[in-house]
């Protein structure tokens, strides 16, 4: 039998001289010292757990409604000062047409794997809400217009950011902020570039947060239908007869559209808007409706056109003329291999402290879905990796104070570990 020699034996002699030996034990240690448990991590994130909320409160204090230009300035100048602090190469871009700038920061690394870490800075509040609600804290919650949605978000990202500055760990590749004014209005100055920056990075964390402590790994998407009939306008009283109500066949029409879901996809279109006439002693001449689409299935928005336009084929009123139209909105992140593999690694992590986590799919829709790129292993994308909180949109909207350090130290750890 044969045995292979230690690595020790392996070496010449003359490279035991006790200098290079005292060397050697060193950079063992400086090894495993450069390498936190996941109780360290934990503990650094608690302690900056109170810096975390001065942040927060400084921007829940900042009216930041999609459009508010003011606001969105102050933050947006904010968040280019500190990343600049944090060591970032910042840009900003005008996030035409909506208001407010794109900020994207980047930090360089020694590393192979490149990560996008993003969030909205717009808020769905008018001027004046910070100050009429303003940031408040008890005993188990924070509460503010934003507070979760997501200016807790950025917070998290901000502070993620700080512990891994002060554990001078630089192990990834590229590491991206981006930080985009203009989501609750649908990100239309943001999504291209959401789109480009995730193709080039091999992870993209969302900061969304979620109801409970989750992570998230589908999302769905939203497209709008727009239903429009023509008819012939007409004395309402003394010849009805010569008119064509397009408010009776819109009427037909959304009764016949009604079913244009799949609940066994997920699919819902719900019929919201509608309008018809201008007074009440003429037959209409134009009626229109609007509906909300959500779904998680690619192929559905194919489908979903395709039945529409078969179905207002059948008219109850004759001499109308009816027309549906789908706009396609912001896409879903569908389920997919990578999301899930990275919602694995994520509670595992969480696991190591104690604590449950577990992958969701959700019903409305995020940036994470422009960051998705179908049929692709990359980048992997996970959403809801803020704080704990509910109430959005609200006046009651608060974050939970127990996940701020565990979703900290989520974020730490799991750039370390993918570094890797």
Request: net charge neutral.
């Given at each position: 039998?044969?045995?292979?020699p230690?690595?020790?034996?392996?070496?010449?002699?003359h490279?035991?001289?006790?200098?290079?030996?005292?060397?050697l034990?060193?950079?063992?240690?400086?090894?495993?010292?450069?390498?936190?448990?996941?109780?360290?991590l934990?503990?650094?994130?608690?302690?900056?757990?109170?810096?975390?909320?001065?942040?927060?409160?400084?921007?829940?204090?900042?009216?930041t409604?999609t459009?508010?230009?003011?606001g969105?300035?102050?933050?947006?100048?904010?968040?280019?000062?500190?990343?600049?602090?944090?060591?970032?190469?910042?840009?900003?871009?005008?996030?035409?047409?909506?208001?407010?700038?794109?900020?994207?920061?980047?930090?360089?690394?020694?590393?192979?794997?490149?990560?996008?870490?993003?969030?909205h800075?717009?808020?769905?509040?008018?001027?004046?809400?910070?100050?009429?609600?303003?940031?408040?804290?008890?005993?188990?919650?924070a509460?503010?217009p934003?507070?979760?949605?997501?200016?807790?978000?950025?917070?998290?990202?901000?502070?993620?950011?700080?512990?891994?500055?002060?554990?001078?760990?630089?192990g990834?590749?590229?590491?991206?902020?981006?930080?985009n004014?203009?989501?609750?209005?649908?990100?239309?100055?943001?999504?291209?570039?959401?789109?480009?920056?995730?193709?080039?990075?091999?992870?993209?964390?969302?900061?969304?947060?979620?109801?409970?402590?989750?992570?998230?790994?589908?999302?769905?998407?939203?497209?709008r239908?727009r239903?429009?009939?023509?008819?012939?306008?007409?004395?309402?009283?003394?010849?009805?007869?010569?008119?064509?109500?397009a408010?009776?066949?819109?009427?037909?029409?959304?009764?016949?559209?009604?079913?244009?879901?799949?609940?066994?996809?997920?699919?819902?279109?719900?019929?919201?808007?509608?309008?018809?006439?201008?007074?009440?002693?003429?037959?209409?001449?134009?009626?229109?409706?609007?509906?909300?689409?959500?779904?998680?299935?690619?192929?559905?928005?194919?489908?979903?056109?395709?039945?529409?336009?078969?179905?207002?084929k059948?008219?109850?009123?004759?001499?109308?003329?009816?027309?549906?139209?789908?706009?396609?909105?912001?896409?879903?992140?569908?389920?997919?291999?990578?999301?899930?593999?990275?919602?694995?690694?994520?509670?595992?992590?969480?696991?190591?402290?104690?604590?449950?986590?577990?992958?969701?799919?959700?019903?409305?829709?995020?940036?994470?879905?422009?960051?998705?790129?179908?049929?692709?292993a990359?980048?992997?994308?996970?959403?809801?990796?803020?704080?704990?909180?509910?109430?959005?949109?609200?006046?009651?909207?608060?974050?939970?104070?127990?996940?701020?350090?565990?979703?900290?130290?989520?974020?730490?750890?799991?750039?370390?570990?993918?570094?890797?």
């Amino acid at each position: 039998m044969t045995t292979t020699p230690s690595w020790t034996e392996a070496l010449p002699m003359h490279l035991f001289h006790p200098s290079i030996a005292l060397a050697l034990s060193l950079a063992c240690a400086t090894a495993q010292a450069a390498e936190p448990s996941p109780q360290d991590l934990l503990a650094q994130a608690r302690a900056e757990q109170p810096h975390y909320l001065d942040t927060l409160k400084s921007l829940v204090s900042i009216d930041t409604g999609t459009g508010t230009e003011a606001g969105l300035a102050q933050v947006g100048a904010e968040l280019v000062k500190r990343l600049k602090a944090l060591g970032a190469q910042v840009q900003t871009q005008a996030a035409t047409p909506s208001v407010g700038d794109n900020i994207v920061a980047t930090f360089k690394g020694n590393g192979s794997k490149d990560f996008l870490l993003m969030v909205h800075y717009d808020t769905v509040f008018g001027p004046g809400t910070a100050a009429r609600r303003p940031f408040r804290i008890d005993a188990q919650r924070a509460f503010g217009p934003g507070v979760a949605d997501a200016k807790g978000g950025v917070a998290m990202i901000l502070h993620a950011l700080k512990l891994l500055n002060d554990q001078q760990f630089k192990g990834y590749r590229n590491l991206t902020v981006l930080f985009n004014p203009d989501e609750e209005m649908g990100s239309a100055g943001s999504k291209q570039l959401i789109a480009e920056l995730a193709r080039r990075h091999d992870y993209v964390f969302s900061y969304e947060p979620p109801d409970q402590d989750a992570v998230t790994v589908a999302t769905n998407g939203i497209n709008r239908l727009r239903l429009e009939v023509k008819g012939r306008a007409a004395h309402a009283g003394s010849a009805p007869e010569q008119g064509r109500n397009a408010l009776i066949e819109l009427a037909n029409q959304l009764l016949q559209l009604n079913e244009l879901g799949d609940p066994a996809k997920g699919t819902t279109v719900n019929w919201t808007l509608a309008k018809a006439g201008e007074k009440a002693n003429i037959i209409p001449a134009l009626a229109t409706a609007e509906a909300d689409m959500r779904y998680a299935d690619l192929s559905e928005t194919e489908r979903v056109q395709t039945d529409a336009q078969r179905i207002v084929k059948r008219q109850r009123v004759a001499d109308t003329q009816v027309s549906v139209v789908l706009e396609k909105g912001r896409p879903p992140l569908a389920k997919n291999a990578a999301s899930n593999q990275l919602a694995a690694t994520a509670s595992d992590l969480y696991n190591k402290i104690d604590l449950s986590l577990i992958p969701i799919a959700m019903r409305f829709g995020t940036d994470a879905g422009y960051a998705y790129v179908p049929d692709s292993a990359k980048p992997a994308v996970l959403e809801t990796l803020g704080v704990v909180g509910a109430g959005l949109h609200g006046d009651d909207e608060y974050i939970e104070l127990s996940s701020i350090a565990p979703r900290l130290y989520l974020t730490v750890a799991l750039i370390r570990q993918l570094a890797r």
